[in-house]
Each structure stands twice: as structure tokens, then as C-alpha cells.
């Protein structure tokens, strides 16, 4: 089965790309200089869900193994870093890190089971969500982890030694950083070799293997990638917002708001999360300000876009608009 | 911890199983015709839940007659989301039609939370406290009803299945989609049908679990996960094994709400559910793509 979502790649000549990215990166640093706080915090969600995106992205996107669990990992990153934090005073810096090991060692075993009882498709879909519903239980029932009330995460003022600030802006920039890193990271992914084999195993699977492709050892390195830079996402929700719940942390919505973003934008390219999260902010802001603040709205618009999307633009926005500028330029080129 | 009590929730266990059945049915019959995992199917139970709230809340019709409006009415249901959501994608691959259904389950969910809010809502009926004896033990006469219930539509369901040209049918294309249009069974027909009845069932079960479920719009996630959970260990497409694996689910979620705290019980029935999927037989006969 072939798909034409992946061949949508506009090929500019690299300064052409270097300018571009050095533009978009000016543009960014200096967004938290000129704009207000309610714009700041509209790229910060932005952003912070286009990092979610392009986490879930290297293994859902490039092989094709749809994971609808990632919440469990987010769970883990935030749990971890404010837990260590509250009990023992351990900076949310190096609890991040403890945070992301610790996910990376799930997804490792989760991965691991899975893979090795080659799992596809729904089931696989459904074991990852098992995992993240077992974690929310956990997290719900066990009072260590603060129960169904979550936690609390004491303000201590701008010390920026212990992952707290009161200004949008310190915040803003840490996203901003993992962002570029993570879309740096993809890129990366996409142009080596385990890029090349992860769209090999979500093409043909069994031809990659007869090929000589480690497939379940590729997979596992993309699910533990994943659940790694998920955690540091997830540590980043704990500290922006001082809150956290079971609910908001490990339940399937907060592992299906990345993949909904993704999907939209274009799975398995490198911007697409991107794309699609800045898509669907826009569009909550402005159902928002137009209809105002109603419990579920922007959720039922993702909805009927994600529905829309499966059945006109399955390839995703990104790969769409890259078709249009070609089929565009195709013909300016060549008129008949 | 005394025989009884154990005694009392295995058969409360049992009991409730028959519903999870008759979910887990309607949701194994669509994917046995379609190959498609409705991840809709606990919004559609919702908003099943919600037309029969409102059948008694506006015209005080009881929920158990509100089953033969809501029937027919999740048919309809079931037959529009085959024709304008899951029709378009049926050639697609398999990824965006499950991510189909999950728009339609955000679409359902978040709908019915603008339009009914956030708040609980249940019915109050005369019967609500009624209380069935057997020695020493106890069940609600609303769960009673609601396993009968059950069981009487299953039956029907079979029957139907295995009795009527209709239920030859959908048999037919289940085993073997070239051959059955071969044969001039219109296949797109059945789909629609298919999806109409998978939705009907939860049609139903609405309808009986009203009278003894507290109602919410997000209500639908936990029924779906418990009907993926029976679905796949009933064997993804075989009807008896499906019926069982929901009783049993049943019995597995009440036995592990007497040795486990609060929502804790679920975590049974999710361990039970991975190593089901990691053990399951029939992953390696068929690939999921």
C-alpha cells in the first residue's frame, strides 16, 4: 500500500531553507518582546503542542504504529518533576530527566511486549491505551501520587533554578527551545537511516525485515525517543500551569490532543505538527472569541475537522498546501 | 470475607456482564463486516443513554419503553455516520479509519456536553429500590431487567443472524466480501444495515442502563473500553465467544471492586485486557494492517 501523503516535500535550494528557518526563528525570539500576555500564552500552547505532535509523530507518523497512549508518558514527565520537587526538593530540571528515563523504561516495556507478540494496528492502538488508563488509576487511587484532587505545585517567585517564573516569557522561550529541538531531531530522524527504515516498516513490514531491517529494535528506539521527549512535555505542563491531575495528565484525551494536531497537519512530515497545532489554536481562538467560552467547543470543532480531514485530505494539511504550490507552479511552468 | 459476599458479586458481576455483551456485540458485528474498531461506539451508548433521559424527563416515558424509540432511532443513527463518515473511508487505510471513528467520538461527545452540560443526570422511577431475594442474595431489580433485557435481544440478534435472508447476508459478506457480490448480495447495503444494527444495540443498552447509571457526557469511554476489552477477547468476530468474554469481564470488574479500592478495579480488567491482546490467538491469523 502506497501513500501519497509522504511524497509532498517542497524542495526550496538549502540557503533558500537556512533563510527561511533563520526568519521564522527572528521572528519567534521576538514574538514575547512586542506582543501581550494573551498572545504569548496562545504561542505557548502553540508550541507546546506542536512539540507533543512531533514526539508522537517519530513513531506514529514515520512507522505507522499508532500509539494512543502517549498520556502515559506526559503523566510520568509531570508526576515525576513535581513529586521530586514537593517531597524532596529536587529542582524540576534534573526531575524532568528522572521523569523522561523513567517513560523511556515504560515505553521500553511496553514496546517490548508488543513488538515481540507483533501487535498491530487496533491492538497495538489498544495495549498503549490500556497502559495510560493503568497509570491514570494509579495516579487516581495511590495518596502518594495526591489522588484525584492532583497537585499542587508551590510558587516560589521568579527563580528560574527550580523551573518557575512569573513572566510568560521564561516560559516561552523554554518551549520555543524544545520545539526547534525537537523539529531538529525529526529532521534528523527523517534524513538517517532509522528514518528510512521506520517508513520502510509502516510501507511493508515484512519486506523491510527481509531486507535485513532490525524492525522491532527501530521501533522501540522511536517508541522510547518518543516517550522520552514526551515527559519533558509534560514537565513543561506542570511548571507553566502549577497544576496537575490525573485526568488532564494520563487520561486519552490528553494522549489524543498531539495525535488529533498531528493528523491534521500531516503525520509523518517533519512540520506538520506544527502546522496542524498552529491550524487548530487559531481556529479554537476564533471560535472562541466569536461564540465565546462554551465547555466543548473547540474539542467538538477538532471533531468534525479531524472527520473532514480523514475523508478529503487523509495526507494531511501540510503535504495538501505543498501539492497545491506545486500543482501551481507545474503549471506556470509548463502551460498547455 | 464471607462466602456471601463473594457469592453476591459474582452474580452482580454476571449480571452486568449480559450488557456488556450486548455492547460489545453491536461493536464486534461492525468490525466483523467492516474491519473497522468503532472508537464512537461508547458516544453513540451516550447519546442513547441521553434520548431516553430525555424521553422521561419531557414526556414520562419509562426507559424500558423508551427502548422501541431508541432502537430504531440509533439505527437511524447508525445507518447516517455509516453513509457520511465511515462510507467515504471504507477503501482508505486502516489508520484514518480509526481516527474517523475518533472524530466522530470527540464530535458526539463534545456536542452533547454544549448542548446537555456537565451535570449528572439520572431518572427516578418507582421501581428504582425495588430489590430481588434469592437466599442471601440481593440484586437491583433494575440490573435484573437489564441482563433479561439483554439476553432476550441477543437472542433476537442471533436468530436474526442465522434465521433471515438479511442475517445470511451479513454472514456471507463477514466470511467473504468478493464472493458475496458475486452472488449479488449488495454489499454496500449491508454496511449500512450492519452499522444500523451495531448502533441499535447500544440503542438498547441505553435504554436498560438508565434507570440504575448515573449519566454524563463523557460516560461513553469507560463502556467503550470495556467493550474493546470483551471484543478482543471474545475473539474480535465470534459471536458466542464475544457474550461469554462479557460476562466475564462482568464477574472480573465485581470481584476486583471487593479486594481493590474505589476505580482500582479497573485495573484488573486492564491487566486482563493487555495480556488478552498479547495472547490472543488470533492476532497471528489475521494481521490487523
Partial sequence: MTDKR?????????????????????????VPLFATEHIVSIFIMMMLYGYLGSCWNILGGYSGYLPFGNGAFYGIGGYSSSLLFIKAGVTPWLGMLVGAVLSSVLAFFIGLISFRFRLKGVLFAFITIAFAEICLLVAANVELFGGNIGILIPLKGNQYAIYQSTSKAFFYYIILIMLAMIVLLTRLIEKNKIGVYLVAIREEERAAEALGV??????????????????LGGTFYAQYFMYIDPGLMFGFGASLEPVLRTIIGGAG??????????????????????????????????????????IYIPQGLSTFIINLVKVHSYWKREPL | MNVTVLISSFINGLVIGCVYSLIALGLTLIFGIMKIINFAHGALLMIAMYSSFWLFRLFHIDPYLSLFINIPLLFAVGVLIQKLVIGPVMEGPHYIQILVTIGLM?????????????????????????????????????????????????????????????????????????????VGIPIRSIYLLTFGIGTACVGAAGAMLIPYYTLDPYIGLSFAMIAFITVVMGGLESFGGVFISGVVIGIAESLGALFMPGSMKMVVVFIIFILVILFSPLKNIKEQG
Avoid at chain 1, 511524497?7 to 525570539?29: E, I, N
Avoid at chain 1, 532490525?214 to 515527559?231: G, P
Fill in chain 1, 6 to 30: 509522504f511524497y509532498g516535500d517542497l524542495r526550496f535550494s538549502w540557503p533558500v531553507q537556512v533563510g527561511l528557518l533563520v526568519a521564522l526563528l527572528v521572528f519567534l525570539c521576538l
Fill in chain 1, 214 to 231: 532490525h524492525s522491532n529494535r527501530y521501533k522501540l528506539y522511536a517508541f522510547m525517543m518518543s516517550a522520552f521527549f514526551t515527559a
Fill in chain 1, 269 to 310: 512530515t517533519v512540520w506538520g505538527p506544527v502546522i496542524g497545532s498552529v491550524v487548530l489554536e487559531l481556529l479554537s481562538e476564533v471560535t472562541r472569541s466569536l461564540l465565546g467560552e462554551i465547555g466543548g467547543l473547540h474539542l467538538a470543532v477538532y471533531g468534525l475537522l479531524l472527520i473532514l480531514s480523514c
Fill in chain 2, 106 to 182: 470527540l464530535l458526539l461527545e463534545n456536542v452533547s456536553l454544549m448542548a446537555f452540560t456537565r451535570d449528572l443526570r439520572s431518572v427516578t422511577t418507582f421501581y428504582q429500590n425495588w430489590v430481588l431475594t434469592f437466599g442471601s442474595v440481593t440484586i437491583g431489580f433494575t440490573k435484573m431487567a437489564a441482563a433479561i433485557l439483554s439476553l432476550v435481544l441477543t437472542a433476537l440478534l442471533f436468530l436474526m443472524l442465522k434465521f433471515t435472508i438479511f442475517g445470511k447476508a451479513i454472514r456471507a459478506t463477514s466470511q467473504n466480501k468478493t464472493g458475496a457480490s458475486l
